[in-house]
């Protein structure tokens, strides 16, 4: 519930957009489709789907979320071209409530190397930008790239032009992560005493966090006055990422007394959208991570232990249950039913239909008996893993390896390619998972070179299941895998085989997309 006193801050999440430009963070259209859902459940004002020019894929995405996701306003990205504004209407008309966001770089280093165009030139190109996109439809986002480092004057011209144009939102991006908190603060504070027309557009900001300052600088801005803050989910972007969502949301609402703002998110679905995005990116979020990492309500020391005992304010800000986590971690095992599996589902946050419910019983059931405890952290595995959202060329059977100090691991791998069973033995490969991979390779024709291979436990005690990520390189681009087992070996065999399934899948569709071109 949003407090009588507050401002409303508008939460405008480019996860889809800024947030896929991380190294192997890519994700296919049922993946984007599952954030997008996720991010209106969370509650988010504004999600920006794509970059419809920029491939066929995201103009796909971009179409999809505007016709489909209703709630949150759904912003498409455009250059200040003709082309990419046309191309971004195309994919939003559809919208409920389509917003099109349109940016140039204003600082003197893009002006002169990357653009080599004059002040004049930009502000004309900013100008005509923001007229076409506001002759489409109302809700017109412009931002001068860079603008961090863009000189103070010049940004209040460019950004009284843009507004006089017809843009509702000025959102001021810190690109390049480059900014302090007092001087980003200044910033905002500026372009409000300055620009005669700042009161007909809401002033948003968009930082990068290259310095580590990327929610501090946005809660700077918002202290000078900014109503609104774009940011993705656990903070992934381009380099060092974005203003972790999160973060900022939580910091609004504990420190109410300082911001006196909040916004209209839904605290509860921070942990459960944090979890889905990292397993469909594949990008672990670290475990001492602000709100969602898996020690941010982790108490060791005796010292704080005790208090937390006595009162768990001593040491806690925030409830573990304010941001969906839940702390209880009750047990659950092989006598469990149907019922009490629907209950810990939904006390993590997933809404299950009947049919899902019994898919992910059946391998609940299936993992009861290799695991005596299930754990909260292996039914969130199960329940993500319940629709993969990568059709399975290739479908793991089995494998049998034998390895040893100073031996070469003879490996023998069986597939299934839809009815037709495959199998191989090799020996070859530097250990059991070496041996694995080339294995993999020979079967399915498909060469890759193996780029990250990562284990962990998903939950505690000898007989936990491991999950592997993987990202494997084809063609110049990067592809993730993940597989969990309560065999370390069976979990690698499995990421390998997401991610080469990933690959099929992909790269022939982005090849059918450009020979569509
Ligand atoms: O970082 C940036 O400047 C951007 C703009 C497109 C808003 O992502
Ligand atoms: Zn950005």
Partial sequence: MIHPDSRRIIIFDTTLRDGEQSPGASMNLAEKMEVAQALADLGVDVIEAGFPIASPGDF????????????????????????????????????????????????????EHKLRMS??????????????????CPDIEFSPEDAARTEIDFLCQVVEAAIDAGA??????DTVGYATPAHFGRVIATLRQRVPNI??????VHCHNDLGMAVANSLAAVESGAGQVECTINGIGERAGNCALEEVVMALRVRHDVFRADTNINSKRLVPTSRLVSSITGLHVQRNKAIVGQNAFAHESGIHQDGMLKEPTTYEIMRPEDVGLAMTDLVLGKHSGRAALADRAKALGYELS???????????????DKKKEIYDGDIQVLIEQQSPVVSETWRFESYGISC??????????????????????LSAGDGPIDALFL?????????????????HSVTV?????????????????????????TDSVEASARAFLTAINRIATLFHRDRQNSAGK
């Fill in 168 to 173: 509702t939102t000025v959102n001021i991006p």
């Fill in 461 to 485: 005690g000898e007989d936990a299941q491991g999950e592997v990520t993987v990202q494997l390189e084809y063609d110049g681009r990067l592809y993730r895998g993940r597989g969990v087992s």
């Fill in 354 to 368: 009947g049919e899902q419910l019994d898919a992910v019983f059946e391998r609940f059931k299936v993992l009861a």
């Fill in 404 to 425: 040893g100090t100073g031996q070469t691991p003879q490996v023998t791998l069986a597939l299934r390619k839809g009815d037709q069973p495959l199998t191989t033995t």
């Fill in 199 to 204: 009161d007909k557009a809401v002033i948003s």
């Fill in 119 to 136: 002040k004049d030139d930009i502000i004309r190109r900013a100008v005509e930008g923001v007229r076409r996109a506001a002759g489409y």
């Fill in 60 to 111: 796909l995405a971009v179409q999809k979320v505007a016709q489909s996701i209703r709630g949150p306003i759904i912003c498409g990205l455009a250059r200040c071209r003709d082309a990419d504004i046309d191309r971004a209407w195309e994919a939003l008309k559809d919208a409920e409530r389509p917003r099109i966001h349109v940016f140039l770089a204003t600082s003197a280093i893009h002006r």
């Fill in 439 to 455: 294995a993999m390779q020979k079967l399915t024709g498909i060469r890759t070179v193996c780029k990250d291979f990562n284990v």
